[in-house]
């Protein structure tokens, strides 16, 4: 059974940083993708950033050029620096891991507050 649990969140001013992280448990890790997504109230679920097992990285447009996402499999450990922080970001963020096999699992969520 995989178990994600992602710790960093927290409140920051605008223009500020974050470093969120993602322990996973299990021997997958290496061979899987791995994601951070985001719920801000009253919204839905959007993916933020995505690695996959070779390190190719995609973002979505919003943050581009301030998030990166990073992993190191021997932590079994997924990261996501972000950096010149918008209220826009305030949310709840998820870590998501999906294995070769499909099977997905969710973290708990850790929430990043941006005061303006």
């Known amino acids: 059974q995989v178990q994600l649990v992602e710790s960093g969140g927290g409140l920051v001013q605008a223009g500020g940083s974050l470093r969120l992280s993602c322990a996973a448990s299990?021997?997958?890790?290496?061979?899987?993708?791995m994601g951070w997504y985001r719920q801000a109230p009253g919204k839905q679920r959007e993916l933020v950033a995505l690695?996959?097992?070779?390190?190719?990285?995609n973002y979505v447009d919003s943050v581009k050029g301030r998030f990166t996402i990073s992993r190191d499999n021997a932590k079994k450990t997924v990261y996501l620096q972000m950096n010149s922080l918008k209220p826009e970001d305030t949310a709840v963020y998820y870590c998501?891991?999906?294995?070769?096999?499909?099977?997905?699992?969710w973290g708990q969520g850790t929430q990043v507050t941006v005061s303006s």
């Open positions: 299990g021997s997958i890790f290496s061979i899987s993708a």
């Open positions: 998501h891991q999906t294995t070769w096999e499909g099977h997905e699992y």
């Open positions: 690695i996959n097992r070779v390190y190719s990285t």
